[in-house]
């Protein structure tokens, strides 16, 4: 087991901080809480199995399709172009 700041683990893991402080507050990770220098400071417990879970839960930004990003590029063309045309249409009536 190790434990590292909430910092230190967003940076580790290329995550926000906030979405790590969500984690620890739903349980998802396993936190301490030690007061050093009059500050209370969270510390995030290490510990494989849960690492392994977490490592699932995000994907790496390598291992998505160009197919597949292409494709979602195109249909959000098509969706901004039809709030276009809506955006005329509201246009037009004032």
Request: aromatic share 4%.
């Amino acid at each position: 087991m190790k434990k590292v700041t909430i910092k230190n683990y967003a940076v580790k893991r290329k995550l926000s901080i906030f979405n790590v402080m969500k984690m620890v507050r739903s349980g998802k990770l396993k936190s301490e809480v030690v007061e050093e220098n009059g500050k209370e400071i969270i510390y995030i417990v290490i510990e494989d199995e849960v690492e392994k879970e977490i490592e699932k839960g995000t994907i790496p930004p390598g291992e998505q399709d160009e197919a597949t990003l292409k494709m979602e590029i195109e249909m959000l063309k098509k969706e901004v172009a039809v709030l276009r045309k809506e955006l005329e249409e509201v246009k037009k009536r004032l």
